[in-house]
């Protein structure tokens, strides 16, 4: 890590901070993650976020909203900064997709560029809404525990981009991209901390493989 | 492969938990927290939470439910409806802890607003709850506060503009008595290209799987015939087991 936050020992306990910009819920977030042991914060400021080993962005919501808010909290830069200096970021359902380059949500926004691809809506403008197992890239140790496993998915739009940062997919009826990273920026379209056990099993892999990376 | 899905409907009247008959029966079943923590625990696939006297008092959403449920930490995704009248209500809803909102009597009295609810938390935040009754043969959509049934062309008209992402159809005559769901109310519906959820009646696995075999049918809601026995859920997703369903979750699947 190079931005002068401490490698955790193994004994001590994992901070994360939850980027809080005003888009969703962050109570079921923060409710799971203190379970699996994390010293977890709410901060919605640089200095809140500094000190952590890990940042979680969740969001429901649309996204240009999402952006404005970041944006609004001076947040747009700095994590464009955190990410891009190799600071484990963690983006969930709206938050994922506010780390790719933009969406078409209502128009074209531009989203914060961590992860190259846009988000663009299903055919016909359908939604993505239910438990869809999904498959994983074989081999990876960060999201093996997740292959076959069902997850929660709640989103209309959906990752368009290169293929080799997509880690994971979701099946029929709407495949798509289910966890996409680039270097220690991972965005998980489906919501872990209401997939029950998978989610939770997943989301404590994810994060202490980012973190221990 | 998306799953189908078995949503646990909680029916809560003046603060209680409780079972509904028909829309006009109540009886008390207690805390809705504790209802929905058994939920959560026996793996349901959603929770549905209706508040169903907060739109007719006009007492707005039930916030002090949602903090107290918010403090569960559910892991299962979390419905709520009830006393939504505004957009400004619908967001602050989710802030508080729902993941999605279902909404009846705005369909009523505001549509416009779930278009603008749309915009704030995208369309598939969004489930459009109707309640349905057979008349003469017909389905009709029921408007409960007026006790007036209306034709499907009205639903048509307020849904056909793509503004939820799915209808909750509630066989509002049947709803509380054993294996009595109407399926005709199905087979009368337009295509509006939107998933259903049912609910209303159906308490037994073989009326569920006849439900689930349809491909329109995204998920089967159960109310009161959850309450009668422990581990309810496990009971009836081991039974449904062919049936599209997530498999049912025991105690040792979840990481200490």
């Known amino acids: ?213 | 492969m998306l799953k189908k899905r078995l949503i646990g409907v909680v029916t809560v009247k003046d603060g209680w938990a409780v079972q509904s008959f028909g829309y006009h029966r109540y009886l008390p079943l207690g805390k809705p927290q504790w209802l929905v923590e058994n939920l959560d625990r026996w793996g349901a696939d959603e929770i549905l939470v209706q508040c169903i006297d907060r739109s007719q008092s006009k007492s707005g959403p039930d916030f002090d439910l949602l903090e107290t449920l918010a403090g569960l930490g559910l892991g299962t995704p979390l419905i709520y409806s009830g006393g939504i009248a505004s957009a400004e209500d619908g967001v602050k809803v989710v802030q508080a802890g729902a993941d999605r909102i279902a909404v009846d009597s705005l369909l009523h009295d505001a549509p416009e607003v779930l278009s603008e609810l749309g915009s704030k938390l995208g369309v598939q935040a969004l489930v459009a709850a109707v309640p349905m009754r057979m008349r003469k043969k017909t389905p009709c959509w029921y408007e409960y506060r007026t006790r007036r049934d209306l034709p499907l062309s009205a639903l048509g008209k307020v849904l056909g503009h793509g503004l939820a992402s799915e209808l909750l159809v509630i066989d509002c005559q049947n709803e509380g008595n054993a294996f009595a769901f109407d399926a005709r109310l199905l087979d009368a519906l337009p295509d509006w290209n939107m998933p259903l959820l049912v609910f209303g009646g159906i308490s037994d696995v073989a009326q569920m799987q006849d439900l689930l075999a349809r491909p329109c049918v995204a998920a089967v809601g159960v109310g009161n015939f959850l309450s009668y026995r422990e581990l309810a859920i496990q009971q009836f997703k081991k039974t449904l087991a062919s049936s599209a369903l997530r498999p049912a979750l025991y105690a040792a699947d979840f990481p200490h």
């Open chain 1, 1 to 213: 890590m190079t931005l002068g936050i401490a490698m955790p020992v193994a004994t001590m306990p994992l901070s994360i901070a939850i980027v809080d910009y005003g888009m969703g819920n962050q109570a079921s977030v923060v409710h799971t993650l203190r379970s699996l042991g994390y010293r977890v914060k709410l901060a919605a400021s640089p200095d809140g976020l500094d000190d952590a080993h890990l940042l979680v962005l969740p969001g429901v919501g649309a996204f240009p909203a999402a952006m404005q808010a970041l944006d609004q909290r001076g947040l747009v830069d700095y994590l464009q900064q955190q990410g891009s200096q190799g600071r484990p970021i963690l983006g969930i359902c709206l938050g994922m997709q506010l780390l790719a380059e933009a969406s078409y949500e209502h128009g074209y926004t531009a989203g914060l560029g961590l992860i190259p691809g846009e988000f663009v809506p299903f055919e016909r403008n359908g939604w993505h809404i239910g438990w869809n197992t999904i498959a994983c890239r074989p081999g990876d140790a960060l999201v093996a525990a997740g292959a076959g496993e069902a997850f929660y998915f709640n989103h209309s739009f959906h990752y368009q981009g290169p293929e080799h940062f997509q880690l994971a997919r979701a099946g029929e009826p709407r495949p798509c991209a289910a966890i996409i990273r680039d270097r220690q920026v991972v965005g998980m379209q489906f919501h872990p901390e209401k997939s029950q056990a998978a989610g939770r099993i997943l989301l404590q892999d994810l994060i202490n493989g980012l973190i221990y990376a």
